[in-house]
């Protein structure tokens, strides 16, 4: 069916956008018709497969022999589970799918399922991803750890570390040998008394008490170690606080030579050990500091916002599975009966994305002229940041949704920048705005010049809103599915009688036992509101 011109103007601009966003992610789109055995494969599939349109294989289609034998388990299960009648709504697996040049990629796959009214799947859409450098970064990490043990168990050196009660959790291949141990395994929960007489071992264990309490380290002592059966032995030994990430002391580490082989060659070590001591707390005093300065803004605190006799309630989570999170929200108050709610998530974590999490809290303050509009705000938000990449010469980008509940006039506007669209519940029950394209941008920091549809729901009808980041709907259990919003929904809508705050934790617990855990693999915030009836 012909459009007129200004449609299929307007068709060809989301179609850009949809390509600079998709560009930027380096996803490519794919749309199987289950009965069929064609498949439609982008452009950057298909350069991702190494081949055009007549020679892309349907890897959906059995017996999967373009994907890789040690991952077609996995993904011959993963499809089955998508394609049953009572399956899910969507097909997340990654796999390693063979090339038109005889090689092998990594694909984060993705889809969602059509399916009839009898429940049977009829189509799966979705995207595709290259992940290959991904995966092999976690090999060559992998092997960069077992590469650090080889070289902690090949040194020449007594490396080793103990808790707080002075018994040892970690020991190298030297410091067993040293103790006449047959494996470092067999002095795991020894204590120095198991080994030498009492003369030394009080000693030490004196240091490490000391050490613990003043968080000072003790290098290039010279320690004249007595056993009881055996000849004296005299080490150079330097000790330090262990310190873990979350700045707190689990104990004691430790670095002992034998002076009469190696005293020089051990006291340069401890010297640079000391230094490195030290420059750890000091970074880690500076990381502590930028944590604390983002919990702080993470406050729960919200300004009252009211109308005649009925107030706005909120309620919020923040879980940063690091010290210094990608996620945060903000509560714009717009007037005595208006306010903005805003919720981002930015790229990556550590002190890049903190980074451009204040950068975006500054840019705030300089939108809150349109705060009342919010295409606008977005808008200038997005703007602000492109100029800050651009001179930076950075890729970086950000998700947001932002909300204006207007009590007054009786409205909710929003704008969304390619985040996951807020769920509202009220008398159209339980459902998810800004779903369609044409009612997303793309997110901050992407096409410098891009437009943010803006959206109304009477009040009238929504008594709860809920904005979340994708660190709730990436959970996934022990079969890699997602959450998901569908599950999200589910539970908003089970929950809808409780109080506020007692949703929210109902959520948090529901993804957790999901998952089955007792954390998070990504930055989580909740952000919701419940509008006065």
Known sequence: MTQPAEGSDRADHDDGRLELALRASN???????????????????????????????????????SVHEEDRGNFTAALANALDAGGPEFLAIDCRVH???????????????????????????????????RKAAEEQIEEERHRLRMLIDHVPLMVYFKDLDSRFVVVNQKMAAWSHQASPAAMIGKHDRDLFAEAHWKEAFEDEKKIIETGEAITGKLEHEIRDKEADTWVLTSKFPWIDRAGKIR????????????VEAQQQAADLAGELALRNRAYEEEVQLAREIQQALASSAFPKITAGRHALQFG?????????????????????????????????????????????????EKQRHDARH????????????????????????????????????????????????????????????????????????????????????????????????????????????????????????????????????????????????????????????????
Request: net charge negative; charged share 25%; hydrophobic share 45%.
């Open 27 to 65: 996803e490519g789109l794919w749309d199987w018709w289950t009965d069929q055995r064609e498949i439609y494969y982008s452009r950057r599939i298909l350069e991702f497969l190494e081949c055009g349109d007549r020679r892309a294989p349907n890897f959906f289609l059995a017996p999967h022999e």
């Open 99 to 133: 090339t038109g040049s005889d090689g092998w990629i990594w694909l984060r796959i993705r889809g969602s399922v059509v399916r009839d009214r009898a429940g049977k799947a009829t189509r799966i859409a979705g995207s595709m991803i290259d992940i290959s450098r």
């Open 251 to 262: 104990g004691t580490f430790g670095v002992s030579s034998d002076v009469t082989e190696l």
């Open 316 to 364: 919020s989570r923040y879980l940063p599975i690091s010290g210094l999170a990608g996620d945060f929200f903000e509560v714009v108050r717009v007037g005595d009966s208006s306010v903005g709610l805003l919720i981002c998530d930015v790229m990556g974590h550590g002190v890049r994305a903190a980074l451009v999490v204040a950068m975006l809290r500054g840019l705030l």
């Open 374 to 533: 919010p295409g606008a705000f977005l808008k200038g938000l997005n703007q602000g940041l492109s100029a800050i990449l651009q001179r930076a010469d950075s890729t970086v980008f950000a998700t947001a949704f932002y909300v204006l509940i207007d009590l007054e006039k009786k409205v909710l506007r929003y704008a969304c920048a390619g985040h996951p669209g807020a769920i509202v519940s009220g008398s159209d029950g339980v459902h998810q705005i800004a779903c369609d394209r044409d009612m997303r941008g793309p997110g901050l920091g992407i096409v410098a010049k891009a437009e943010f549809p803006e959206s109304e729901i009477p009040l009238a009808e929504i008594r709860r809103l809920l904005l979340f980041t994708d660190g709730i709907l990436e959970a996934e259990n022990d079969s890699g599915e997602a959450f998901f919003e569908k599950r999200l929904m589910e539970v908003v809508e089970k929950r809808d009688a409780e109080p506020l705050e007692e949703m929210l934790d109902g959520i948090i617990a529901t993804v957790l036992d999901f998952a089955d855990g007792d954390h998070f693999d990504d930055d989580v915030c909740l952000l919701a509101a419940e509008i006065p009836s």
